[in-house]
């Protein structure tokens, strides 16, 4: 068979397209860094890379889950920490008042304090994550408590979050803690001081000194509690900070491009490209009548 010039020509511009291809391809790795940017660049690489992506979504949602509970969290621990410091001072007036060093009048003004502290209270116990009542259990949406009365109106609830696929963890204190059903009611211990101290009734506010030493063992109790389960959401974060990164590196290691080897590859389509060049020109003198013949 006779090999005629366009034949070579046509040779000649296919290498040339190819390689073209090829150098393309590089240039679009080193610009975006990733080896992988379609099905078509490596299938089974692709499928990896959609599996371990879903993982990593999952993981960042247990993540995000974990986080939104330690912000709860904090803000629980520092209302308990603010009812704690209340009821301190509520044992010191109480204390003071209880002395023979008091009297009618200091009792009514002692008296007046101890409403205010109670109503201070009410506020901290009726906290808000967002617009969810933190000590209310699952009835978020309502207040734990009122001035109407000093009832507990929100119920058991422990409202958990999953960490897993199969577990989930619970992170709230119901308000129960501040008004149990076989412990101390802290706003009516706190209204039966005020009484006590308004009718000048020494012995009956000594009588509530040991109510409000339960009262306070309480909210330190639950302190405790609320203290282990930070703990062990903290120690959760952090396992899941870990797999995340893990699982990014897996992610980087599949789609990204080795641009060291890319930069090497480059250079060599270049180099070919230029000899292609170079080789076909001299085995071919590009004029129309070689072309022709």
């Not at 949602?61 to 974990?66: E, L």
């Not at 085995?283 to 022709?292: D, E, K, M, Q, V």
Request: aromatic letters at 8%.
């Amino acid at each position: 068979m006779r090999i005629t010039n366009g034949m070579i020509y046509r040779n000649f511009i296919n290498n040339l397209f190819r390689i073209n291809e090829h150098l393309a391809e590089d240039y679009e790795k080193i610009a975006s860094g990733k080896r992988i940017k379609r099905p078509s660049d490596d299938p089974l690489g692709m499928a990896r890379s959609i599996r371990y992506r879903s993982y990593l979504s999952t993981i960042r949602q247990y993540k995000r889950n974990i986080e939104m509970a330690i912000s709860w969290q904090n803000l629980t621990e520092s209302a308990l920490k603010a009812v704690e410091n209340a009821l301190q001072r509520v044992q010191e007036i109480a204390i003071s008042q209880a002395s023979d060093t008091a009297n009618a009048n200091t009792r009514k003004n002692a008296a007046k304090e101890i409403e205010n502290i109670k109503k201070h209270i009410l506020g901290i116990v009726n906290t808000k994550f967002g617009n969810r009542y933190i000590f209310a259990g699952y009835i978020t949406d309502n207040p734990p408590f009122s001035e109407s009365d000093n009832n507990y109106h929100g119920d058991e609830g422990l409202i958990k979050i999953r960490i897993n696929s199969a577990t989930q963890l619970s992170f709230n204190i119901p308000g129960s803690v501040f008004a149990p059903a076989d412990g101390i009611n802290i706003f009516q211990m706190i209204d039966n001081l005020k009484d006590a101290m308004e009718n000048n009734e020494p012995e009956n506010i000594r009588a509530c000194l040991d109510e409000i030493k339960q009262a306070l063992d309480q909210v330190i109790n639950a302190q405790a509690s609320l203290g282990a389960k930070m703990n062990l959401f903290e120690e959760i974060k952090v396992q899941l900070v870990d797999m995340d990164l893990d699982f990014t590196g897996i992610i980087s290691n599949t789609e990204d491009a080795d641009l060291a080897k890319v930069t090497i590859d480059l250079g060599i389509c270049q180099t070919v490209y230029q000899a292609t060049l170079t080789a076909t020109a001299k085995a071919i003198p590009i004029n129309l009548f070689n072309y022709l013949g």
